[in-house]
């Protein structure tokens, strides 16, 4: 059976500051016209960051939801940043902290229905020497340790409830962990 869809026609709605919207008009892989409706996002990065024997995680409010979250550091590329480069300069803006260990932990879409979004996950393990964080304007995240146990009670609870994060501590304490 062909899968594949064929671009007809693209049609930008909007251009954001972060996200561009399309409409497309596209042949379906039965030959019948039909629209698919997404968001461009360039890629972003997301780490788990361990200090000493605790995890950080980022308390911050996240207006589409409209409630306070748990998450990991996260943020996207910055022009023509590698991963590696972005996950990097994120870890030490959001939490102050300097990598000394990165380890990969491969790359997920959180959305592919609807949106080009890819997120590349690392594992980081950080100095206990802070510099000032340098958030951006509009960001405001208090920092929280937390231990293995405290974020497997945390998910088991639906506390945390971010998918990034979600993804990025199962894939890691079930499958990763024995390869770091």
């Known amino acids: 059976m062909k899968l594949k869809e064929k671009t007809i026609k693209k049609h930008k709605l909007y251009s954001g ?7 497309d008009d596209v042949l379906s892989y039965n030959n019948k016209k039909c629209t698919r409706e997404y968001t ?34 996260a943020g996207k590329s910055d022009n023509n940043e590698t991963p590696l480069t972005a996950i990097k ?44 964080r340098k958030l951006d304007e509009d960001e405001s995240i208090n920092l929280e340790l937390y231990t293995k146990e405290e974020i497997m009670k945390l998910i088991k609870n639906n506390k945390i ?17 024995k390869c770091i």
């Not at 409830?161 to 962990?177: E, P, V």
Request: glycine share 2%.
């Open 89 to 132: 300069r994120e870890v030490m803006e959001e939490t102050g902290y300097k990598p000394k260990l990165i380890k990969s932990l491969g790359y997920f879409y959180p959305a592919m229905a609807f949106c080009t979004e890819k997120l590349y996950l690392f594992y980081i393990e950080v100095n206990k020497t802070r510099i000032k």
């Open 17 to 23: 500051k972060i996200l561009d919207f399309y409409v």
């Open 161 to 177: 409830d971010d998918s990034k994060t979600l993804i990025a501590f199962l894939k890691y304490f079930f499958f990763m962990k």
């Open 40 to 73: 461009v996002h360039p890629f972003a990065v997301v780490a788990i960051v361990k200090l000493g024997n605790k995890y950080i995680l980022e308390k911050q409010y996240r207006y589409p939801v409209h409630k306070i979250t748990l998450e990991i550091p």
